[in-house]
């Protein structure tokens, strides 16, 4: 058992200021001009983003680790432990089709978990180029995407321990691009929203397999109290039961998905899960809000200025989203 400590920070575009010292770099992830193909850099697995748009934040999101960490590649994917945390990244290059590859890709990335003993998934983003877009066949790149992924988990070895919190968002150029972490000895409890249907049982109209996630996944450490533990809340829409409310409407859409997000960490939902503890939105930190439409971000950040202390890191980005019908989408974090 280790006590090793991840945290997370986000480095503006023209900051120069790195990781505190001390802290090793875990892995980077670069909301930027560019979708990269992962790759080891200073050490570190990177990947780039295309996210970043004028209006928008630009910015690198770094997980450090207070334990020095080391790096590799395994079946195109990138990744780097420290005896207790392990960060993966990956990419699908723009493809006529993406279920095959994705269903490969979330493969390999089961594969070393199983393989370097990092069983507990906490949590996993998805970057999809031309999410609303209709692949080679016809099939909305969304729902190509979603059936790949849910191959993989039907696939995954039993040992690994997940279907954990996710984001399945836009990004300004094609192909997917994804980064995972997992743990060794942590417990991971994944918690789902009564409010919402969970993800995982959709009903057929929304794609041939439904998406692979829970609303939120929280990370009990080995030896620490059992009813505390960082909650990494999935990206969350204007979704009641499984139907997108509030169409065209984005002051409507941000507010439901707030309290999407309130009542998901409120101790009232914790204990419907059997789970003790509770919180609210201003204990969320690291969060990210993605707007459909440029002309929506003063409305966003009206809506996130009024419940985030400022303490709470938000940054915006201009995305598609997974539903043509959902402008706003909003994740976080609550260390
Ligand atoms: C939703 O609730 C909105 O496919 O990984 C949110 C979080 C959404 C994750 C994913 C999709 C994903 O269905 C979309």
Known sequence: MTNNQIDCMFQYENEQAGPPGGRHVLGR????????????RDGAPELGLHMASPG???????????????????????????????FCAGRVPESGTYREQTREAYEAAFELMDRLDYRHVFRMWNFIGGINED????????RDFCFGRAEAFEAKPDRVHCMPAATG?????????????????GATQN??????????EYPPQYGPKS????????????????????????????????????AGDIVAQCELSLENIAHLVSSGNLANGGLEGGHDLKDLRWVKAYVRHE??????????????????HVVFL?????????????EGIVP
């Open 211 to 246: 998406p692979s996630f829970a609303r939120a996944t929280r990370l009990v450490t080995a030896g620490g109290d059992e009813t505390r533990g960082a909650v990494y809340v999935s990206g969350t829409a204007s979704i009641t039961g499984h139907e997108t409310l509030h």
């Open 169 to 185: 968002i836009g990004s300004r150029s094609g192909g997917v691009s994804f980064f995972f972490l997992a743990s060794r000895t």
């Open 318 to 330: 201009n995305v598609d989203i997974c539903r043509d019908d959902l402008l706003v989408e909003i």
């Open 191 to 200: 918690i789902e929203n009564r409010r919402q249907v969970p993800a995982f």
């Open 29 to 40: 992830v670069v909301f930027g001009e560019a979708s990269t193909a992962p790759a080891v």
């Open 56 to 86: 928008f934040d630009h910015f690198t999101e770094i997980w450090t680790t207070d334990a020095p960490a080391q790096s590799g590649e395994h079946r195109g994917l990138v990744y780097a432990h420290d005896g207790e945390y392990l």
């Open 295 to 312: 002309e929506h971000l003063p409305a966003v950040r009206e809506a996130c200025a009024g419940v985030f202390p400022p303490q709470t």
């Open 135 to 142: 692949n080679a066949e016809g099939l909305e790149i969304y």
